[in-house]
Structures are given as C-alpha cells and as structure tokens.
C-alpha cells in the first residue's frame, strides 16, 4: 500500500476502534466473554488498534516521526492496525507552519490527519500507543513502545509505564526521524519516496543542517540522511548544495508568521511549567525575543497568552538565510504579576547554570519592555532542554520559601485553554 493511501485509510482504521463509545464496551465485553469461555484466544493473538503519537510540540520532527512509523509498522507487521495521531487540537495545525509545509510538498492534505481531539477522553484499555519524540505521557498506561531521543526525564509518569514496554531512547541522536530511518531501511520493504523526502527533511532541519557549530548530530544522523540520498538518487556533486537549499527552505517556512497573530506566534511552540500556585509558560519563537517586542501590539499579545500565569520565559531563535546554520538565541523573563523576586530567582538560576553555562550576556541595546529581563544567549547549542530543567527547579525552591503545602511540580507539555487574538 502506498504511503498516501495508508494516510487516507487511517481515519476509517481509526473509526472502527473508537467512533463510538458504545460500540468500544460492547467490544471489550464480548472480549472478556470470550476470555471467561476459555476460548483460548490470548489479548496477543487479536487484532488490536496502536496509536503512534508524537510530543504535544507536534515539531516536524515529532510529526513525521509518528506518520512514518505508522507507515512502516503498518506494512510489515499487517496481523494489527496503526494509526498516526499528531498530538495538538486540530485548531492549532496552522501555527505549525514547518510541517504544514513539508506535508504540502508531499501532497498530504489535513484532512488524511488525525490529531489530539480526535482521540476519546479515556483511551480504552485494549488500545495500545506507541510513543515518538517524547517519553512522558498520560496515556502511559498503554504504551508498549517508546522511540526518542531526548535524555530521560525524572518524572512520575514513567513509574506507569507497563513493564513489557519496550524503549529505544538515544539521546546522542540528533533527530528522532534518525531512529525511524534505521528502522525503515533495515528491511527491504516497505518503500516510499514520500517517506523519504519527509525523514531526509526532517533530519537536515533537526540537526541545523550538521552545523558544526551547533553540534546537534552524531554519525548515526548523518549516515542516515547519506543512505536516503542514495535511495533519492542524489549525486555525490549536489547533495551539499541541496541540502543547504533544503534547510534554508524550511527554516523559512518555520519562521513564516506572515499568517499568523502575535499571539498565535507565542503559542507556536510551547511548553508549559505548572506548580500549586504558579504556571509559566515557556514559548520558543522563530525569531529573536527582541525583535518580537519591537512589533506593534506585542505587549497586547503577551499578556492575552499569559493572562493567568506568573511568569513568562520566551526563548527565541534566529537562523539568517544562507548563513550555513549559524544559529542566534536569545532569553526572555517577564513577570506578568510584578514578582520581582521570582524573577530574579530564574535570571540568576539560569546565568549560573554550569550544566550547560548558556553564556548569558545583555543586549547590546538594554530595553525596560514590561519591566522584564532580555539577555543575548551566546551559547547557541543549549537548547530549550536544557533551560526548562533549570526554570523548574527555581519553581521548587520557591514555592518551598513560600511556605506553600505542595512539595511536587507538575510539568505539562500542552497549551494552555488561552483565547486567541
């Protein structure tokens, strides 16, 4: 089967499981009747649903991941059913403008996709899901496969993990489609050059184009989008060349805010750190923090996205085209509730990180835009993965000074309900 009509077909998989919730416990106790006449029939032996999910980011990299694993799982093992889900509301698909893009190219339309709100409240308990790009999950209780490449968190959530779950988490990896890839070409089939051109894609853009600067790639990445190339018919004479063209490309769509509000840009990419008493919104933009500020209405924009948070942290990241994946960061802390102090805690926290010292430096232009604090980030291979952990822990420390009853902090990586401008 074809990559694409796997895609269309994968709603209508979808709907035989899970269009209605009747028909679910109608299932699951004709099961169980079977089970109790001692059929003989193990839950291994059925035909069962999986959903490959990616992180709630839905990055190219976590969207593709998902689509093509479904893919090649699908194809080769045909005794069960899988289904990608990219993890946002389908409302928020438009602020994705990278994937949109390369799923464009690829002539994948939105409405082949299934998204977030398209799942049931409560997953059924024979449903089993496949995670991708992220290893901390509510639906942890059915996850049989984990495939990522971030470094393992310390987080409650993997204590529900089933025990015959099976992990692949490689942190050294610069791309979770590096992980899908080796998969996909260990095995002769399947074959798709759309599965292709999207793992090759995303691989470049994962890994700043194998910026040696940036250093987010390992040889594993590179032999990877080497053997796709060769599968691409690349010659040996074009593929630099075609590889820089292809990074500018989707950088350029990534930064692409032409279509969307000011608002819409903060919650573009963004992670959101929460305690008792305290939320704090983390947003990455595809532009430096400064030059957000500089645009008409920004102020407007931040306190609609934050209008119920504590205090806001904004990383921005600028890659100039042709610049060979020269890659410019910057660092933002505005309270929303005049906290100073809480403020000040995260500032110093994160310009006396050692694991890694970001390098923290002030603007060359100072700036008082809401009373907040804006420093260049000269360290430009720390990433937001390093920064959270930091920010998090200040929230801990905080709340314990505030004499507060919580003793945990709760880190969810989801959008919070904010109207949009």
């Known amino acids: 089967m074809c990559f694409l009509r796997f895609l269309q077909q994968a709603r209508s998989t979808f709907g035989r499981y899970l269009s209605e919730k009747a028909a679910i416990s109608s299932a699951i106790g004709c099961t169980e009747q079977n089970q109790s006449k001692g059929e003989g029939k193990g839950m291994h032996e059925e035909r069962k649903l999986h959903i490959v999910i990616g992180n709630e980011s839905c990055d190219l990299d976590s969207a593709v991941s998902a689509l093509t694993l479904a893919f090649i799982y699908a194809q080769r093992q045909q005794e069960h059913d899988y289904v ?3 993890n946002i509301p389908r409302i928020d698909y438009p602020l994705k403008t990278e994937v949109g893009h390369m799923f464009n190219k690829c002539e994948i339309d939105a409405e082949m996709l299934l998204f977030r709100d398209d799942l049931p409240q409560h997953l059924p308990s024979d449903v089993n899901v496949i995670l991708v790009d992220h290893h901390v ?6 996850v049989i496969e984990i495939l990522d490449h971030r470094p393992l968190e310390n987080n409650p959530a993997m204590q529900l993990l089933p025990s015959h779950c099976v992990r692949h988490i490689e942190p050294e990896l610069g791309s979770c489609a590096t992980l899908i890839t080796e998969l996909y070409l260990a095995k002769e089939q399947p074959r798709s050059c759309r599965v292709e051109q999207l793992l090759n894609a995303t691989i470049v853009l994962d890994t700043i184009n194998f910026s040696t600067a940036a250093k987010r790639f390992c040889v594993r990445d590179l032999t990877m989008v080497q053997q796709l190339e060769q599968l691409q018919q690349v010659s040996v004479d074009e593929h ?7 990074f500018d490309e989707l950088v350029a769509a990534r930064a692409d805010i032409s279509r969307l509000t000011l608002t819409e840009v903060l919650r573009k990419d963004m992670k959101l750190l929460q305690t008792e008493h305290l939320k704090v919104p983390m947003a990455g933009l595809p532009m430096l923090v400064r030059d957000y500020i500089e645009q008409t209405d920004a102020e407007h924009a931040i306190r609609q996205f934050a ?3 504590s205090l806001l942290v904004i990383l921005g990241m600028f890659v100039p085209p042709q610049s060979s994946g020269q890659v410019q960061r910057d660092v933002a802390i505005i309270s929303l509730t005049g906290q100073s102090q809480l403020l000040e805690r995260v500032r110093r926290a994160l310009m006396d990180c050692q694991t890694p010292q970001l390098d923290l430096k002030s603007h060359e232009v100072d700036t008082n835009f809401m009373g907040g604090c804006f420093l260049r980030q000269h360290n430009v ?5 390093h920064i959270l952990p930091v920010v998090k822990r200040v929230l801990l420390d ?14 969810f990586k989801e959008k919070p309900k904010l109207g949009l401008s």
């Open 307 to 309: 209008c119920d948070s």
């Open 137 to 142: 999950s509510n639906l942890a209780a059915n």
């Open 398 to 411: 905080w709340e314990a000074t505030q004499h507060c009853d919580c003793d945990d902090v709760y880190f």
């Open 381 to 385: 291979q720390a990433t937001r993965k």
């Open 84 to 86: 990608p889900v990219l």
């Open 240 to 246: 630099l060349t075609r590889r820089r063209m292809l």
